[in-house]
T-cell receptor
Framework: NAGVTQTPKFRVLKTGQSMTLLCAQD?????MYWYRQDPGMGLRLIHY???????AKGEVPDGYNVSRLKKQNFLLGLESAAPSQTSVYFC????????????FGPGTRLLVL | DQQVKQNSPSLSVQEGRISILNCDYT??????FLWYKKYPAEGPTFLIS?????DKNEDGRFTVFLNKSAKHLSLHIVPSQPGDSAVYFC???????????FGAGTILRVKS
C-alpha cells in the first residue's frame, strides 16, 4: 500500500514550457486535491476532484489545468510555465469530503527559470 | 485575505516543556478544524482535529483547544520532544464543505 505517490519529485522548466505532474493513490479515495506551498503562504488549493471525471477550481487555479480520467489518478498540467509557478506541489486524497483526513504525497519541487 | 491565520512563523521550545501553537480564523462558517504536521521533504500528515461542538480534544501528548467566540484555536504539545520539530499547519472546513483552508504554518523547533 503506497498511499499517495507523485511523479516527478523535482523538475526544472524554462519559461513557456509545459509539463504534467502525476498523482496516484491506491486507497480507493473519491476526493483528490492539488496544492501549492510557498513560503509564508501555507498550502493553497489549486484544483480538486470529487470523483472520477470531475474537477473543480480551488483558490489559485489560474495557469493550471487538471484531469481525473481514472479514479486513482489526478493530473496537474502547466501549459505555459511562468516563474511565478516555482513552488512545491502537493497532491492529496481523502475518502470523503473536506473534513475527512487528507493523505498527502511527498511533493514535487518545480523550478521555472 | 487569509481566512486562517497563524501569526507566529516560528517557535522555539526546550525539550520537556510545553509547546503552544496558535491559529485564528475569520470565517464564521468554519465548523471543523485540523492540525497537520510536516517534516522537510515530506508531505503533511494529519495530527489531530476538533469539531465546533467541542472545545477540547486530546490525543496523547497533543491537545487542541477551540474558542469559538474568539475564533481561535491552539495546539498544545506536552511534553515537547525533539522529534516534534516540524512545520505545523492549521486547517479549517466549512459545514458541508468539500475542501480545507490552510494557514501559513508555524515552524516548531524543540531544543534538547
Amino acid at each position: 500500500n503506497a498511499g499517495v505517490t507523485q511523479t516527478p519529485k523535482f523538475r526544472v522548466l524554462k519559461t513557456g514550457q509545459s509539463m504534467t505532474l502525476l498523482c496516484a493513490q491506491d486507497m480507493n479515495h473519491e476526493y483528490m486535491y492539488w496544492y501549492r506551498q510557498d513560503p509564508g503562504m501555507g498550502l493553497r488549493l489549486i484544483h480538486y476532484s470529487v470523483g472520477e471525471g470531475t474537477t473543480a477550481k480551488g483558490e489559485v487555479p489560474d495557469g493550471y489545468n487538471v484531469s481525473r480520467l481514472k479514479k486513482q489518478n489526478f493530473l496537474l498540467g502547466l501549459e505555459s510555465a511562468a516563474p511565478s509557478q516555482t513552488s512545491v506541489y502537493f497532491c492529496a486524497s481523502s475518502k470523503l469530503v473536506g473534513r475527512e483526513t487528507q493523505y498527502f504525497g511527498p511533493g514535487t519541487r518545480l523550478l521555472v527559470l | 485575505d487569509q481566512q486562517v491565520k497563524q501569526n507566529s512563523p516560528s517557535l522555539s521550545v526546550q525539550e520537556g516543556r510545553i509547546s503552544i501553537l496558535n491559529c485564528d480564523y475569520t470565517n464564521s462558517m468554519f465548523d471543523y478544524f485540523l492540525w497537520y504536521k510536516k517534516y522537510p521533504a515530506e508531505g503533511p500528515t494529519f495530527l489531530i482535529s476538533i469539531s465546533s461542538i467541542k472545545d477540547k480534544n486530546e490525543d496523547g501528548r497533543f491537545t487542541v483547544f477551540l474558542n469559538k467566540s474568539a475564533k481561535h484555536l491552539s495546539l498544545h504539545i506536552v511534553p515537547s520532544q525533539p522529534g516534534d520539530s516540524a512545520v505545523y499547519f492549521c486547517a479549517a472546513s466549512e459545514v458541508d464543505g468539500n475542501k480545507l483552508v490552510f494557514g501559513a504554518g508555524t515552524i516548531l523547533r524543540v531544543k534538547s
